[in-house]
């Protein structure tokens, strides 16, 4: 079973940056696509930013997402922040498991890290 956790989230004030971080661990598996989500107060889930599992760096205007090999991590670095990045932030692991040498897809959500940015 593969399992996704985010981590990172906490209180911020506006113009700082943070650093969030998505794990996946389990065995015989690999990630074909990482994706960040976000859910402001009282709206819908919306993409921020992603990167395929051969990717090492992707920059979406504010939204760095980067690879760390060692951890088995994706993180999301946010640069100068704003109240309206405040919100839950998911990640979201699409990729394949190995079952006795039969390939069975996944798409993972983890349980979402909460981010306050602070005026």
């Known amino acids: 079973q593969v399992q996704v956790a985010e981590s990172g989230g906490g209180l911020v004030q506006a113009g700082g940056s943070l650093r969030l971080s998505c794990t996946a661990s389990?065995?015989?598996?690999?990630?074909?696509?990482t994706d960040w989500y976000r859910q402001p107060p009282g709206k819908q889930r919306e993409w921020v930013a992603g990167?395929?599992?051969s990717g090492v760096t992707s920059v979406t205007g504010r939204f760095t997402v980067s690879r760390d090999k060692a951890k088995n991590a994706v993180n999301l670095e946010i640069d100068s922040l704003k109240p309206k990045d405040t919100g839950v932030y998911y990640c979201?692991?699409?990729?394949?498991?190995?079952?006795?040498?039969?390939?069975?897809?996944?798409?993972?959500w983890g349980q979402g890290t909460q981010v306050t940015v602070s005026s």
């Open positions: 990167m395929p599992g």
């Open positions: 979201n692991n699409r990729g394949l498991r190995d079952i006795r040498e039969t390939l069975i897809p996944f798409d993972i």
């Open positions: 389990g065995s015989s598996f690999s990630v074909d696509h």
